[in-house]
């Protein structure tokens, strides 16, 4: 391992403090036979995880920081911690924190912030204790700013801890202090792949490419184009094409690293820290473009200064400040463009093979920076490793994902039933959307990390594939518990107001679910997702119908005949619902995620119109009954409990309606029309009569005169002269001054001669029903 920096607390541990800033790397020789596995730094003292999961730590103890009770450059092992396996390790300006392999935390040094999460602020612990509060969660990820901690837990929950001053919590306005982990609430159901602090302020990544950031702002830091500080997680948009994988932060300023090797850096720029050949501050993520020859595949930021690593020619790139020797160059100078650290330096599979001093060079395995520090893992060319590239997913440390392994993995945990934390930690993963939503992504090449309103970036047939795979007897024991965590857990917590379009993912993945098809679980699973969706705000409301709009018709097709199935399930058993207010509020919710997707197929035509038909309305609904309600409803009267068995009326969705019901519908819609303007006409000749104006008085019937010989002409000047109203009472017709008889086929006698006239050159495009009187043309009655 080499090292340089500053090194006036012996932090750097080269062992000895003459030398108190090393300007370019130096051999770091503490343990020859042992080997690191990563090196954290604070502000003024350093942690070395080793292979085997030993700590050990050296620099300035004033606060407990160093877990141990010596000082200074040479490490020490921290005792306390050595019943544990530690895979994992973070500092603060004072503190320490490291992770096990169980996924407990364990925290030490400076605690008045309550940056430690052991719910006290003691302003020093000297020994290592475990956070109790996160004992419940598997943790996979910690990440330390100056005086705050970020925790991401297997389950995809996301805690944070420690100062507030600027919001870097992200707990919102309120917040002080916390000395105990808080859940941030706000990313739920985001499948997040790095959690990342700075001095003081935060972002977390999702899967696919997104990031937030929060907090601490004065110099742009959270590349939102302002330098106004946020108390909650907020969406950096201009990063969202970018496809970035990695984030690391400084004092005050930011770097990303996107999947095709490009580096971005915002905030504070004031020592050059940013590479873009300037001392300035950016607001916006700007690309390094001294870097854009070159693919990057590592970053690591100290306080004030950033370096990168290009795995084709083996080299690490400082910028920023180097007054302390931090970049490694020789010199003790800023630097505001990318320069190479000084070193002999080979890519791994390089051409040295031969070489008389191949043995001078080093191939990087991992570069660490921290505070004004930097720490490089590497081998000799003879035993090189490839190195690191933070571009790759490393599964172990991002949201637990649901696949066939993991799911072999829990069956057997479930059948041992070897301990309740166990089964606990199962039912955690299987109750979080955030799982869900990261499980099956497009597979394609970073298809996924284009996921946006219009892209739901996942792989329908895989959830597919997944969910029949658990239906298979052997899993019976796993699928009663996603039973169990998706009816008390998973559904009701969907927000109505997702915090970003990876959220959503769920409300695709759930329907393939096949219980979801089986009416046992219309009430428990079925109906409450319906009622989940339809509590989406409008926005995302819109993002799930241009979802819907670009499934395959298969999919669409499973979901219509989902919610037609529901709704036939509650009319059919509505006797046996006890409680008719829950009744109406499922039956609602059928009907309107059904009008939801009619109105998506209206734009697409996934599937026919007649696919949204329930055949079963006629026996099942007196619809006269229903149209009555209807109409009474629609024209403002209140009716009766007692006579309106249920406030939902089938005939405001009529695109359920087939040929059948629309018959009866219309039938009963003309019958009401017709008595409604008989009796209006009848009430206005019974007033006239009252008031003596006889001449006023209005016929209760339609009345054309015509001429056999220019039925057209007569037919459409009459009907212009009568109004709305005249139009729906009966029909009487004069036959060139004879008023035919009414021997059961006036009306239908006049209009048949009417549309011969009208309509004659398309006249067969026309089917008459005359048991019905009604005729049907195209899709319109």
């Avoid at 370019?24 to 036979?33: A, L």
């Avoid at 000749?685 to 016929?699: D, G, H, K, W």
Wanted: hydrophobic share 40%.
């Amino acid at each position: 391992m080499l090292c340089w920096g500053y090194s006036s607390y012996g932090q750097p541990g080269i062992g000895s403090n003459l030398q108190v800033i090393i300007p370019e790397p130096q051999v770091y020789g503490f343990i020859h036979d042992r080997n690191v596995k990563e090196v954290a730094c604070g502000g003024n003292h350093s942690v070395f995880l080793l292979e085997d999961g030993e700590v050990y730590t050296c620099g300035l103890n004033t606060k407990g920081q160093l877990g141990h009770d010596c000082e200074g450059s040479k490490p020490e092992q921290i005792g306390a911690l050595a019943g544990q396996h530690i895979v994992h390790v973070a500092c603060g300006e004072s503190h320490s924190v490291a992770l096990s392999d169980q996924g407990q935390l364990f925290s030490w040094g400076a605690g008045s912030d309550g940056q430690l999460g052991l719910t006290t602020m003691e302003d020093a612990v000297t020994v290592p204790r475990l956070i109790k509060k996160l004992n419940q969660q598997t943790i996979l990820q910690v990440s330390c700013g100056n005086w705050h901690c970020l925790a991401l837990a297997a389950d995809g929950q996301f805690f944070t801890w420690g100062q507030n001053s600027y919001g870097q919590l992200g707990l919102g306005k309120e917040c002080p202090s916390q000395a105990s982990p808080q859940r941030v609430k706000s990313l739920d159901g985001i499948p997040l792949a790095q959690v990342a602090a700075g001095g003081a302020h935060s972002f977390a990544l999702s899967l696919s490419g997104a990031v937030f950031g929060w907090g601490k702002n004065s110099s742009g830091q959270l590349g939102l184009s302002d330098e106004r500080d946020r108390e909650s997680p907020c969406h950096v948009k201009l990063l969202r094409s970018q496809k970035v994988v990695y984030i690391s932060c400084g004092e005050e300023h930011t770097a990303v690293l996107t999947k095709s090797g490009g580096v971005f850096t915002f905030g504070a720029g004031s020592c050059g820290q940013l590479g873009h050949d300037s001392m300035n501050d950016e607001v916006n993520p700007r690309r390094v473009l001294e870097l854009m020859g070159s693919e990057v595949s590592q970053i690591a930021c100290g306080r004030h200064h950033t370096l990168a690593f290009v795995p084709s020619s083996g080299m690490i790139y400082a910028f920023g400040c180097g007054t302390r020797g931090q970049l490694g160059t020789g010199h003790t100078c800023n630097v505001k463009c990318p320069s190479p650290v000084k070193g002999h330096w080979a890519a791994h599979n390089g051409q040295l093979s031969g070489k008389p001093d191949a043995c001078k060079y080093h191939i990087v395995k991992h570069i660490f920076s921290g505070g004004d520090q930097t720490f490089v893992l590497c081998s000799k060319y003879e035993n090189s490793l490839p190195a690191d590239d933070f571009r790759t997913i490393n599964e172990t440390r991002y949201t637990c994902l649901i696949n066939d392994e993991t799911i072999d993995v829990w069956r057997q945990k479930l059948l041992e039933k070897n301990s309740s934390n166990s089964v606990n930690n199962v039912v955690q993963i299987l109750s979080s959307a955030a799982c869900w939503n990261g499980s099956f992504l497009e597979k394609k090449i970073d298809e996924h990390f284009k996921t946006s309103p219009k892209i739901p970036g996942i792989d329908l047939n895989s959830t597919r594939v997944l969910f029949e795979k658990l239906m298979n007897s052997q899993h019976s024991i796993l699928l009663e518990q996603i039973l169990k965590s998706f009816e008390s857990f998973l559904i009701p917590q969907l927000s109505s107001s997702p915090p970003d379009v990876e959220a959503m993912r769920i409300y695709l993945i759930l329907p393939e679910f096949p219980p979801f098809q089986d009416s046992k679980y219309y009430i428990s699973l079925t109906l409450p997702l319906a009622m989940a969706i339809l509590r989406l705000d409008t926005n995302p409301s819109k993002v799930l119908d241009n979802w819907w709009s670009q499934v395959c018709p298969r999919y669409f097709l499973r979901l219509v005949d989902l919610y037609k199935g529901a709704v036939v399930y509650l009319l059919s058993g509505r006797k046996t619902l006890l409680i008719p207010v829950l009744f109406s509020s499922y039956i609602t919710a059928a009907l309107r995620l059904l009008e939801k997707l009619h109105k998506v197929n209206q734009k697409v035509k996934h599937v026919e119109y007649d696919k949204f038909y329930i055949p079963e309305i006629s026996s099942l609904v007196d619809i006269q009954e229903d149209y009555l309600m209807w109409f009474l409803h629609q024209a403002g009267m209140k009716v009766r409990p007692s006579i309106m068995q249920d406030a939902v009326t089938l005939c405001s969705y009529p695109f359920i309606f087939d040929a059948q019901a629309k018959t009866k519908m219309l039938q009963t819609d003309a019958e009401l029309q017709m008595q409604v303007a008989i009796n209006g006409a009848n009430l206005q000749n019974v007033f006239m009569l009252l008031t003596l104006e006889p001449l006023l008085a209005r016929s209760p019937f339609l009345v054309l005169h015509v001429r056999r010989s220019n039925l057209v002409g007569d037919a459409l000047r009459e009907l212009s002269i009568h109004s709305d109203i005249d139009l729906k009472k009966p029909l009487k017709v004069i036959f060139d001054g004879e008023e035919a008889v009414d021997a059961g086929g006036v009306t239908k006698e006049f209009f048949l001669l009417l549309l011969k006239e009208l309509l004659n050159p398309i006249y067969g495009m026309f089917t008459y029903y005359p048991e019905s009187n009604l005729l049907w043309f195209s899709d319109t009655w």
